[in-house]
């Protein structure tokens, strides 16, 4: 809640004779999409922590919330009891096969029942349908034998039951369907390759400085298994809300940071930890950034290592991001990497580290036009030079062609005077 100013709550007061305070709701549109707020609402929003869009370990910070088309969950059942929690999994996995043998079990008892088996339990001169089934325990039992293909040998099923028959191959190609959805989904989670993505680390921090007489903005990636990751590639994205020149504003706009795409050095041999480089230039979202103007910006990256599995072939893929807080200026990373004798070792202890490095303060565009300004002077005055003796050379031309008019001018009144 906020207060509106004294002569605003003087009119409102004289047009609803109401001396007290007009209070209203907070609005919940973002900060970049209202321009006319009080001050002290800009200051709580500025002050406001930044929220992140993908967690430090990679997973998305992002709820889904009234969603009315939930049958569409149980069109694809497969992938939903996979993407399930490991409690709710095995939970489904054991009500699956007890909620089977119960479902058969009762169905043998009834059928038992129905033919007067349970009143000639004990008689030899008559043929069950099962054998030994004297209640709902021994069918409950037997539908267990049957589905598990078990066979104990005591509870059999005879040949004077033409609806046990069926019943009985019924349940066996159920059975095995029910074997194979659940043992396979039980399968695919446990081999998801998600999990080959907790051994894939970035480094804690980016880093900006100097590389090459330009501007980069630096992170590290890791491997920490010795099966390699096939046909690895990175990418990055930057996470910053935007407000366009019609006056839409995007919350989460999402733009490319090139990582090496032009020259292919986003796709990564990632045998040892490397150093994934952005240079800032003018196609660059951090072209006009400086050190001083970083903290002041609410923007995310979002790092993306993606590949095959050596081991099993599928494609896995490990995320993490940076926020602001977490980008060092004028910093580079610890080398990690040692010639040892006969093979090189990596030392993750130092993965995380990095030091300090001269760095100039200003942003890429003003390196540019420091770099440009101090080009000019020799230029200018090359080009002044030349300008100079050209406008000399005209201007003496133009001299000689006047002299020159005038002595023939004087030339021809010589002449005409000479005739009279």
Avoid at 4 to 20: G, H, K, R, T
Avoid at 265 to 294: C, G, M, T, Y
Avoid at 382 to 392: C, F, G, M, N, P
Wanted: charged share 25%.
């Amino acid at each position: 809640f906020f207060l509106f100013p004294a002569n605003v709550l003087e009119e409102d007061s004289m047009e609803q004779d109401i001396e007290s305070p007009v209070t209203i709701h907070q609005p919940k549109l973002p900060k970049q999409a209202r321009e006319d707020l009080p001050k002290n609402l800009s200051k709580e929003c500025a002050k406001r922590k930044i929220q992140r869009y993908v967690r430090k370990d990679g997973k998305c910070n992002v709820h889904h919330g009234n969603v009315r088309e939930t049958y569409r969950y149980l069109t694809d059942i497969f992938t939903t009891l996979v993407d399930l929690k490991w409690r709710f999994n095995l939970l489904i996995f054991v009500m699956v096969y007890t909620v089977t043998w119960l479902f058969f079990g009762m169905i043998w008892w009834l059928i038992a029942y129905m033919r007067g088996d349970m009143d000639h339990i004990g008689d030899s001169t008559w043929t069950p349908c099962v054998s030994n089934l004297n209640g709902f325990v021994s069918a409950f039992l037997f539908s267990i034998e049957t589905e598990t293909t078990i066979g104990y040998g005591y509870r059999v099923i005879t040949d004077k039951c033409p609806e046990g028959i069926i019943l009985l191959l019924v349940q066996s190609v159920l059975g095995s369907i029910v074997n194979a959805f659940m043992v396979g989904c039980m399968f695919v989670k446990i081999s998801q390759p998600k999990k080959r993505a907790e051994t894939l680390v970035f480094s804690t921090n980016a880093v900006i400085s100097m590389r090459d007489g330009k501007l980069c903005l630096m992170f590290r990636v890791g491997d920490l298994r010795n099966s390699h990751i096939v046909e690895a590639s990175i990418r990055a994205k930057l996470i910053k809300s935007k407000q366009t020149k019609e006056g839409e504003f995007i919350p989460l706009n999402q733009t490319d940071i090139n990582v090496g795409y032009y020259t292919g050095d986003d796709r990564l041999f990632l045998v040892s930890p490397l150093i994934i480089s952005h240079e800032i230039n003018q196609q660059s979202p951090f072209w006009e950034i400086s050190k001083a103007q970083l903290p002041k910006e609410e923007l995310e990256i979002v790092v993306i290592l993606e590949g095959m599995v050596e081991a099993t072939g599928m494609t896995c893929q490990a995320r993490s991001s940076y926020i602001t807080s977490e980008i060092l200026w004028g910093y580079r990373f610890t080398p990690v990497l040692t010639l040892e004798d006969g093979f090189y070792e990596v030392d993750y202890n130092s993965f995380h580290e990095t030091y300090e490095t001269n760095t100039p303060v200003h942003s890429a565009k003003e390196l540019a036009e420091m770099a440009s300004r101090a080009e000019l002077p020799l230029t200018w005055s090359v080009s002044s030079k030349l300008d100079q003796h050209a406008e000399l050379e005209t201007e003496e031309e133009e001299k000689n062609q006047e002299d020159q008019n005038e002595r023939n001018g004087d030339v021809a009144n010589l002449e005409n005077e000479s005739k009279v």
